[in-house]
């Protein structure tokens, strides 16, 4: 039971990535890499106000997400200097500087040691130390950001951004400023990330920089691309998909030492059939 339940947190944990991303991605057409160092600096202002100040999580889950919307805000003005495949670039690279002060500023996150013994979230007298209790927390949390993305992708600043994913152009010619349409998403999914990255901190009790690598990024991105892109059952189902594969394929009798390189080699595999017979994804309204 209590196996099943840790799933079922990283699902609510990814969703709230997935979900977030896919308005970024999805909608707005803007591959950006940056997702996994937003979510570490989530996970990390959380852990570090909780472990240094005292904070109760809630008011440190606030602060986290300003902290990272903030950063979102520095990041966005500069990628939003480059288009398309250079942005991508931009993307990476700004990931990349992120997981380096994650590493190497060691007076403030304690560097490869990571910061331990972070708690877990309370709320008056309620306490979420239980597996069950977190999974509750982190499914409301869950649900809140799909209420959110649902609601931003049927209004009609949603609809400016499928917009500028189709042709950009077009509706500046009608007067829309995109640059301020793509910095606010850009600025509202990293707040989104922030949330999945305080989950995860408090459902650990444990970060360090390796949990957001470059790495995570793609995974991320494999996640939607998998699911669908412009769509939030997408994102959802291949978040699903992505990570109770490799429980799957813990029983299915890989030797040990070339195990986690196989599932490597699944999920490779899975993208490019996902490419060449629906590039759209399972639910996906656009191709990658």
Not at 4 to 13: N, P, S, V
Not at 76 to 89: M, N, Q, T
Not at 263 to 283: A, E, K, N, S, T
Request: glycine share 10%; no cysteine; hydrophobic share 55%.
């Amino acid at each position: 039971m209590d196996y099943i339940i840790h799933l079922f947190i990283l699902i609510g944990i990814f969703s709230i990535l997935g979900l977030s991303l896919n308005l970024v991605i999805g909608y707005t057409g803007l591959l950006s890499a940056t997702h996994a160092g937003f979510y570490g600096i989530g996970a990390y202002a959380v852990a570090i106000l909780m472990k240094n100040t005292g904070m109760n999580f809630f008011i440190a889950l606030l602060l986290s997400i300003v902290i990272t919307v903030l950063s979102a805000l520095v990041i966005g003005v500069v990628l939003s200097k480059f288009k398309d495949d250079i942005y991508a670039l931009g993307s990476f690279g700004f990931a990349i500087i992120t997981y380096g002060l994650m590493l190497n500023l060691q007076g403030v996150t304690r560097g490869p040691l990571g910061i331990p013994g972070i708690g877990r979230p309370e709320l008056f007298d309620i306490s979420f130390s239980t597996n069950l209790t977190f999974l509750i927390l982190t499914l409301v949390l869950a649900v809140l950001v799909w209420w959110m993305t649902r609601y931003i992708t049927r209004s009609s600043y949603g609809r400016v951004l499928q917009a500028i994913r189709e042709n950009e152009k077009t509706i500046q010619f009608f007067g829309y400023t995109t640059y301020w349409y793509k910095l606010s998403i850009f600025m509202i999914s990293a707040g989104m990330a922030a949330i999945a990255g305080a989950l995860f901190a408090t459902y650990i009790t444990f970060i360090d920089p390796s949990s957001f690598t470059l790495i995570e990024s793609i995974f991320m991105i494999a996640m939607i691309i998998l699911g669908g892109l412009a769509d939030n059952r997408g994102a959802i189902i291949g978040v699903i998909i992505m990570i109770l594969l490799p429980e799957f394929l813990r029983f299915v009798g890989f030797p040990t030492e070339v195990a986690a390189q196989m599932r490597q080699v699944i999920y490779g595999l899975m993208l490019v059939v996902m490419m060449l017979y629906r590039p759209q994804g399972i639910y996906g309204k656009f191709k990658f």
